[in-house]
């Protein structure tokens, strides 16, 4: 299956203030033609607003199909998400 990568980056009230989704390596590595233990480098790189204040903000990362349904993680705990979350301090 191909996948599209969402990124999604939300402030310290929750409010979504950046996102960027697209094929992985700008469609240069889809996900129908991954190998198994092949690493794939997939920068991203997200706009700020000019207002964006410092704080704790979270980045949502995950993948999504042609029908717009996501793809389901473990994080650690065995909780199950659709998304990994990570903690980005601004400064």
């Given amino acids: 299956t ?3 990568v969402f990124t ?3 402030d310290p009230s929750d409010r979504l203030v ?3 989704d697209n094929l992985p390596v700008a469609g240069l590595a889809p ?3 991954w190998q198994t233990g092949v690493l ?3 920068p991203y790189r997200l706009a700020l607003p000019a207002d964006a204040a410092p704080g704790q ?3 949502q990362v ?3 199909d042609a ?3 996501r793809v389901q993680v473990e994080e650690s705990g065995g909780i199950k998400s659709d998304h990994f979350t990570l903690p980005v301090q601004m400064d």
């Fill in 18 to 20: 950046a996102q960027q």
């Fill in 2 to 4: 191909s996948y599209t």
């Fill in 67 to 69: 029908g717009g349904e």
């Fill in 57 to 59: 903000y979270s980045l």
């Fill in 40 to 42: 794939i480098r997939d």
């Fill in 8 to 10: 999604q980056l939300f």
């Fill in 62 to 64: 995950g993948l999504y």
């Fill in 31 to 33: 996900t129908d033609t």
